[in-house]
């Protein structure tokens, strides 16, 4: 058997696989011996099949086998040795194969490959990324305080509607009489905190329980659908009404807020905290602890977006385009490939940058690193609702359970992969800081 390779341009090569008739004729003959122990053929009894007969049967067949066998074994072996690069898997060329299936004797298969691009990363420890996180003020602090005693707080009856309040009552439609026999009449609610509305807002302020008052509904919601949630109908049937709509006030709701006292140090902290002031610097390293989660994120996706645009590849495109076809469960058409190629190229030349980064940094994900990561997250979320981290006993069974699960450990291993490249890339450019005000930070990660 031999293996030759050309070299059709820097992207492209064709690799010819040479099988002299030794080199798989041994193989087909125990495979056909396997046949004819086994076959159940009308007339004979079960090994005692004429040779001719399995061989007139099955023996194109188990050729075409063994050979494929005997391709794809010397393919990986020769590119695992050569040490090729290639992007997806040889693909046969079309009217590719020498030899006769009827008359065999020696063949040769011809399958192009595509090579995976040599590239340069364009960062170094002179390159400067923008690095923003949020400036953390008293405004920060207080609307944090705020938030805190917000959700420890009590909802308690009110009589008169005032700017942060929950509106309870009945939507009743109205026609010339008054409340229409038979018309729509639901129960909803308005939340005063949410709504854009200026001209509902003034509306609603001051209304009394038991007031009843004609409403706009466009005034209370965020457009139809929500309006046609609102009555209990479906957005199709609000649209074809032309009615006029009554409101009653039945209840107002009001959160009163927690007091700041030790009650709610000790429920927010335990004994971490005694005073305000002390609760003021602990939400400060909270919050900065958080936002800089986010900034890390942002950042990485800064440096990303540098390396996709600067970084310069080369690739196979027409061979990548036949090696999608080819290897699709279902059949893809020209003009969606088409369509959706250049994104598919701009998700390979990132898996490569990636790839390269973790290969000549020797980054690794090892399974202790993994089972540590998906602990702290299982940690992180007990933290997000307030509740104490279980024992690691249970950190470890859990989290096992979750990397049990493909999509699940899919997303942790992606999760754990860009904190380690977070990591690199912070080692590895310069960080260009700058603090931002926190609607200014929120507007930037939106872009």
């Known amino acids: 058997m031999k293996i030759t390779r050309q070299e059709i341009d820097a992207q492209n090569g064709v690799l010819k696989v040479e099988i002299a008739a030794a080199d798989y004729q041994g193989k087909v003959k125990a495979a056909l011996d396997k046949y004819r122990k086994t076959a159940k053929i009308p007339g004979f009894r079960p090994g005692h099949v004429p040779a001719a007969l399995i061989q007139k049967q099955y023996g194109k067949s188990v050729l075409l086998e063994e050979l494929n066998k005997i391709t794809n074994d010397a393919l990986y072996r020769y590119i695992t040795e050569e040490k090729l690069e290639i992007l997806g898997n040889p693909l046969p060329i079309e009217n590719g194969v020498e030899g006769s299936f009827d008359t065999p004797a020696d063949f040769a298969f011809s399958y192009e490959i595509g090579y995976s691009p040599s590239f340069e990363l364009p960062i170094s420890n002179k390159t400067k990324v923008a690095y923003n996180t949020v400036k953390i003020d008293k405004q920060l602090i207080a609307k944090q305080t705020e938030d805190l005693r917000r959700r420890y707080g009590k909802l ?16 009743e439609e109205l026609d010339a009489a008054g409340v229409k026999e038979g018309g729509i009449s639901h129960s909803t609610t308005i939340s005063m905190e949410f709504l854009d509305n200026k001209a509902g807002v003034k509306l609603l302020i001051g209304k009394k329980v038991n007031e009843t008052f004609e409403l706009d509904l466009k005034l209370v919601s965020k457009g139809p659908e929500d309006a046609s949630a609102m009555l209990g109908i479906t957005p199709e049937v609000y649209a074809s009404l032309d009615a006029k709509f009554q409101f009653t006030i039945n209840d107002i709701k009001r959160m009163e807020m927690a007091e700041l006292n030790e009650e709610l140090f000790q429920k927010l902290f335990g004994d971490e905290v005694q005073t305000e002031a002390e609760m003021n610097k602990r939400i400060e390293a909270d919050l900065a602890r958080m936002f800089e989660e986010d900034a890390d994120r942002l950042f990485t996706k800064n440096v990303f977006d540098l390396l996709l645009e600067e970084t310069k590849m080369t690739f196979p495109e027409a061979f990548l385009k036949r090696w999608i076809k080819a290897s699709s469960e279902k059949p893809v058409a020209d003009e969606d490939l088409d369509r959706e ?17 973790f290969k000549d940094n020797n980054i690794q994900l090892t399974n ?6 998906t602990k702290s997250l299982v940690v992180g979320n007990y933290a997000q609702y307030g509740l104490p981290a279980p024992d690691d006993a249970e950190l470890t069974e859990t989290a096992m359970r979750l990397l049990q699960n493909k999509e699940q450990a899919n997303g942790i291993y992606d999760r754990l992969a860009e904190s380690k490249l977070t990591a690199y890339f912070k080692e590895t450019v310069v960080l260009n800081k700058k603090e931002l005000a926190y609607d200014d930070f929120v507007a930037l990660a939106k872009a």
């Open 156 to 171: 308690i009856s009110s009589e008169t509607v005032s700017g942060k309040d929950m509106v309870m009552g009945k939507i």
């Open 341 to 357: 190629f250049a994104a598919y190229l701009q998700s390979l030349k990132w898996q490569l940058i990636q790839t390269k980064i």
């Open 368 to 373: 202790e690193e993994v089972i540590g990561f």
